[in-house]
């Protein structure tokens, strides 16, 4: 019987991990992808998405993680109507045939215990590239309403919209989108 219980005491700690990324789940109403490009060398213009969803985890200890981000092509909004149509149709976003953009990261990249960076995987209108964010912003605690632990980051990138096949009217309008996500997620 003592030797079945020892071997019960080595064998627990071994079929669990030492330690358990915590998952978050983003809040769609604290997120908010946006961009902005050149427009005719005349201006820059810029538009958001109203719609997204995606889970987070992060083990600060090991220095790892995950984001997944999916983004409704279909709710951009530039705050101009006949143009947010222009744009999702097969000219742009074409979301008839592809309703999402989406982020599925492949490293974190840490300073100390906060996450300064991401590398990863955009797909937009089928095509899969990698891109990289940096993180500006980056910071965890205790939400002060809800009392729910909540972490939140600025992420920053750019991207040449044609790579993705997103090529109406370059080189007028311009060609280098600058991408900015601010999040927040709730701990699950």
């Known amino acids: 019987m003592k030797r ?3 071997a019960l005491a080595i064998a627990l700690p071994l079929s669990t991990p030492a330690f358990a990324a915590d998952s978050y789940t983003v809040d769609p109403s604290h997120t908010y992808p946006s961009f902005e490009l050149n427009h005719l060398g005349f201006s820059i213009q810029r538009g958001s998405f109203d719609k997204s969803a995606g889970k987070i985890t992060l083990d600060t200890a090991a220095k790892s993680g995950s984001i997944e981000i999916t983004i409704d092509t279909a709710s ?9 149509d222009h744009l999702r149709s097969e000219d742009f976003f074409n979301v008839a045939k592809f309703p999402t953009m989406t982020f599925k990261s492949t490293k ?3 300073n100390g215990d906060k996450v300064v960076g991401a590398d990863g995987e955009l797909t937009l209108l089928g095509v ?3 891109v990289s964010l940096n ?4 910071a965890c605690g205790t939400h002060p309403i809800n009392k729910k632990a909540v972490c939140g980051a600025n992420a920053t990138t750019s991207l040449k919209r044609s790579d993705f096949g997103l090529a109406a009217y370059v080189p007028a309008v311009g060609d280098e989108v600058k991408i900015a996500i601010q999040v927040e997620a709730f701990k699950d």
């Open 76 to 84: 951009i909004n530039t705050g101009h109507g006949k143009r947010d």
């Open 128 to 130: 899969t590239k990698p």
């Open 4 to 6: 079945t219980l020892a």
């Open 135 to 138: 993180v500006d912003w980056f």
């Open 108 to 110: 974190l990249k840490f």
